[in-house]
């Protein structure tokens, strides 16, 4: 079968690659329908290195499939079944994925980043593998794969089930964790993937308002059509900080969502938000050198800070309902759809912030 492999800094290739098969009890084998690349992903093929990737492993850790092959102790899907894989693998049954924070799962690991993350129990390291490829083992299967409702299974749904795996639930968790409510006025930094479900998020929430702060008049207006009230080009328009204030009575948003979390955007999201405000952060840039948190704004403000890696396996059974009732539909950020010939090239649209991309899809079959 063919896989994407990371090479080197920058290069990114379709290869054949082994054949996964059960090599555990637990273990599912996928046939992946659709897969995506992922803003992580880009970390991975600017400083693969840096993270201890080497040539030959596989990555991707966004894709849904149908069940091919079941081993023994699986029971809760079957073959032909079909399923989404949250990036995280879990074993559903631990104190913490009984808690509903499954990317704490004490045997968890995380598709395509095997380097960082192997999981799926001792000596199974170099199977965990990656998502953007035609088939993939799935490790503790009964605890990592939720079924697809039955109304979304079938394959011309891919686009829309597929953000599930990820952003839609990353940007769902700053939500929960900015702790947006009906009625709320809210911010969102970023209109990456994750800013822009995050926005669609706060409005199948109740928010009232949702501004979307970002640097791409062509991603502002995918902010508008997944449900932004209001979009500022911060690039080109310094009145973000007047808006929000103005819109929220004078006092400033309820909720920040800082889907970069880098400096500047946390530095932001605290000068801005209200007394009592929370800000829900899920921006891989404090990876990369943390923001400075004015613990005395934090302080003398009351503000909440919450956020992290998005255990989105806790979130699906009510993301599941708000996709089925037609609340979300977050595939306007799969502006690509490619072959897997052409699967590797995803990684150049992405990394040059291609005119009219966001997030690039890729069909494993083709
Ligand atoms: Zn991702
Ligand atoms: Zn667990």
């Not at 080009?233 to 004078?250: H, I, M, P, Q, R």
Request: charged share 20%; aromatic share 6%.
């Amino acid at each position: 079968m063919r896989g994407i492999v990371y090479k080197a800094q920058g290069d990114m290739q379709v290869e054949e690659v082994a054949d996964p098969s059960i090599q555990d009890p637990g273990d599912a084998i996928v046939k992946v329908t659709k897969a995506s690349i992922c803003g992580s992903d880009l970390h991975i093929y600017n400083h693969g290195e840096a993270f201890g990737f080497e040539c030959g492993c596989r990555v991707g850790h966004e894709f849904v499939g149908v069940v091919e092959e079941v081993g023994a102790d699986v029971g809760t899907v079957g073959v032909g079944d079909k399923v989404l894989a949250p990036f995280w693998i879990s074993c559903g049954s631990c104190h913490f994925c009984q808690k509903g924070l499954q990317t704490s799962c004490v045997k968890g690991g995380c598709f395509g980043f095997q380097p960082m993350f192997p999981g799926g129990g001792e000596g199974n390291a170099e199977a965990v593998q990656g998502g953007q490829s035609q088939y993939v083992r799935v490790p503790m299967a009964a605890g990592t794969l939720d079924r697809i409702p039955e109304s979304l299974a079938d394959d011309s749904n891919d686009m829309k089930t597929l953000p599930l795996t990820d952003v839609f639930g990353t940007g769902y968790h700053a939500a929960k964790c900015s702790n947006v409510q009906g009625g709320s006025n809210v911010v969102v930094i970023g209109d990456g993937a994750v800013g822009l479900c995050g926005a669609q998020a706060a409005r199948a929430l109740g928010a009232e308002t949702v501004t979307v702060l970002g640097h791409h008049d062509d991603r502002l207006q995918i902010a508008k059509q997944m449900g932004a009230t209001h979009v500022v080009n911060t690039k080109t328009s310094d009145n973000a900080g007047e808006l929000v204030k103005e819109l929220s009575g004078g006092v400033g948003p309820d909720s920040v969502i800082a889907a970069i979390s880098s400096a500047d955007s946390m530095k932001w999201a605290m000068d801005n938000v209200q007394p009592g405000g929370a800000i829900g952060w899920v921006g891989m840039e404090v990876l990369l050198g943390g923001p400075e948190i004015p613990w005395d704004q934090a302080f003398f403000g009351n503000v909440t800070l919450a956020g992290g890696v998005a255990p989105v396996k806790g979130y699906l059974p009510e993301l599941w309902e708000m996709l089925k009732a037609g609340k979300i539909d977050p595939s306007p950020v799969l502006t690509h759809d490619l072959a897997m010939d052409e699967a590797a090239s995803g990684y150049e649209v992405m990394a040059s912030r291609e005119e009219g991309s966001v997030k690039v899809a890729i069909s494993p079959q083709s």
